[in-house]
């Protein structure tokens, strides 16, 4: 499974898919896994309780799936699957809420069934 997250708000008002800035700037849509989506969440959204984390599952998606250096290059080496598209609802199979910890800062998300 990949997880994305971003704030509800953005999600809510998505149509039969869902777009992000990046998906237009950069050309793909950034993701992560259960155990490195708490690091772009710390390094983008510390603090934020405004957000939902996407569970998405790679075999519904439309585009094409790339794991790539993270941006800036992690020195540790962590890579992140990009999606090189829109990603549809349909390819969505839990949105759930994704807070930070009491001292502001996320941690890796418990993975559901299936993932």
């Known amino acids: 499974m990949?997880?994305?997250?971003?704030?509800a708000a953005d999600?809510?008002?998505a149509g039969e898919s869902y777009r992000t800035a990046s998906l237009d700037e950069q050309g793909f849509v950034h993701?992560?896994?259960y155990g490195t989506v708490h690091l772009p969440a710390n390094a983008?959204?510390?603090g934020?309780?405004?957000l939902v984390l996407l569970t998405i599952d790679p075999e519904l998606l439309d585009a094409p799936v790339r794991w790539e250096p993270g941006d800036p290059a992690d020195p540790d080496g962590v890579w992140?699957?990009?999606?090189?598209?829109p990603i549809p609802r349909s390819a969505v199979v839990?949105?759930?809420?994704y807070e930070p910890?009491?001292?502001g800062r996320f941690v890796p998300p418990r993975p559901t069934f299936g993932g």
């Open 2 to 7: 990949l997880l994305h997250f971003c704030p």
């Open 44 to 46: 983008l959204a510390g």
């Open 101 to 103: 910890g009491p001292d």
């Open 11 to 13: 999600w809510e008002a």
């Open 31 to 33: 993701c992560s896994e």
């Open 94 to 97: 839990s949105v759930e809420p």
């Open 48 to 50: 934020r309780t405004d």
């Open 80 to 85: 992140f699957p990009h999606v090189y598209g």
